[in-house]
């Protein structure tokens, strides 16, 4: 049966990388962003464009379209990084970054639920940046504080899906040369992509709420 994946942040770097990878399995792609690209219209799935993860209405427009469609496979890429140290704290910046990356992969978590099935799976990519065990190096408020935040709303999510038999997943994707980190990462998009998707198939109801490295590594908290 062909499994259906729906990405959000689908027009580049990681949620590019994963709609081509699950498009090549056979995979029937929902590519999810706020505008498209051209490497996301060449693939020629289904795109559903001008969606704002912080917003109601682009919530209640996804859920719409998708009304009485199954997903298998709901992956939570959508985010941004704002630089911030200690001398330069722009609380605006840090609201920004915890309404996208915290509240807006809750909101599409609560958009399509009704889409989620006994044994569908859902991924949050998240980063180890959000753990407060590895925290060695300081700054980055916003952005640390929002994907701790995301760990902890994906980690209740997996007690409140896991009795209707729905697994959930928190991924760091490694450092990965994107736009995000100005292309200064460690490993390509289409191998952080690889790693992910491998994570999310070995997801269980056993092992629902882990939080891991793309690697296979088991994260701290």
Known sequence: MQLTVLITGANRGIGLALSHYYDSLGAKVIAV????????TRLGGEIIDDIDVTSISSMEKLKQTLSGR????????????????????????????????????????CALKDNLTKGSKVAFITSRMG????????????????????NAAGKSLAIDLK???????????????????NFGGLISAQDSAKKLACRIENLSLENTGTFWHANGEVLPW
């Open 33 to 40: 962003c706020r505008t498209s690209s051209q490497e996301l």
């Open 70 to 109: 199954t997903i298998d496979i709901l992956i939570n890429n959508a985010g941004i990084l704002r630089s911030q140290s200690l001398g330069n704290l722009d609380m605006a910046l840090v609201l920004e970054q915890f309404e996208t990356n915290t509240m807006g992969p809750l909101l599409v978590v």
């Open 131 to 150: 753990s407060i065990e590895d925290n060695t190096s300081g700054g980055s408020y916003g952005y640390r504080m929002s994907k701790c935040a995301l």
């Open 163 to 181: 009795p209707q038999g729905i697994a959930v997943a928190l991924l760091h994707p490694g450092y990965v040369k994107t736009e995000m980190v």
